[in-house]
Each structure stands twice: as structure tokens, then as C-alpha cells.
């Protein structure tokens, strides 16, 4: 079973970037499709990104598309969310999930394992 940690949350100016990383703890970690998913105060959990087991496959939110860039490594079992171009509305939690089925999309029911989340705070 995948155990996930996020890091890398923070508070941030608009406009301003910031990484977020998850480890994993599984040494099967390139099993896993991967993906991130945020949910603000008062709102549905939603989709961010994911990327596939590979990482030749990766999809992305419309809101965040060509502001925020998966990655992922591997080698030292982490994926990486690079985030620039921060907006308020960015503003949420912000967890990192796992799937073995490949899955790279935006359904979250269709990820298994889930991390803590870390917090993301923009000001305007």
C-alpha cells in the first residue's frame, strides 16, 4: 500500500511560484499512475494534473494548463507539481494520489491512495 507525503505548500504572493512534491514510500512507486487534485474551503475537491506511470502521458486541469507543470522521478519515488503564475483562486489544499490501473484522468474515485495534503495560499 502507497503511503504518500506532500511537501513544498506555503504562503505566496499573485504571481508568484512554488514546487510541490510528494514522496512515496512504495518501492513500486513507477506502478503508480500519479496525480494531484486541491480542494478550497468550502468547495468539491478537483482535478489538477496527473501523469502516467511513465510519465508519457499528462493531463491538466484547463485553469492551471501552461501555469503548472507535473513531473515526476522515478528513481527517487516522487512527484513533483510546478506551480507559477499564482493565482488567489489558487488557494486550497492541495493532495497527490495514486492509482494502479495507469490512470491518468480526472476522476478521483478512480485513485486509490491518497496523502495528507499540503496547504497552498496566494494573496492578492
Known amino acids: 500500500q502507497a503511503q504518500l507525503v506532500e511537501s513544498g505548500g506555503g504562503l505566496v504572493q499573485a504571481g508568484g511560484s512554488l514546487r510541490l512534491s510528494c514522496a512515496a514510500s512504495?518501492?513500486?512507486?513507477?506502478?503508480?499512475?500519479m496525480g494531484w487534485f486541491r480542494q478550497a474551503p468550502g468547495k468539491e475537491r478537483e482535478f489538477v494534473a496527473a501523469?502516467?506511470?511513465?510519465?508519457?502521458?499528462?493531463n491538466y486541469a484547463v485553469s492551471v494548463k501552461d501555469r503548472f507543470t507535473v513531473s515526476r522521478d522515478n528513481l527517487k519515488n516522487t512527484v513533483s507539481l510546478q506551480m507559477n503564475s499564482l493565482k488567489p483562486e489558487d488557494t486550497a489544499v492541495y493532495y497527490c494520489?495514486?492509482?494502479?490501473?495507469?490512470?491518468?484522468?480526472?476522476?478521483?474515485?478512480?485513485?486509490?491512495?491518497w496523502g495528507q495534503g499540503t496547504q497552498v495560499t496566494v494573496s492578492s
Open positions: 501523469i502516467t506511470r511513465s510519465g508519457g502521458s499528462i
Open positions: 512504495e518501492r513500486t512507486f513507477s506502478s503508480y499512475a
Open positions: 494520489a495514486a492509482n494502479n490501473r495507469d490512470y491518468s484522468g480526472s476522476i478521483d474515485l478512480r485513485y486509490d491512495y
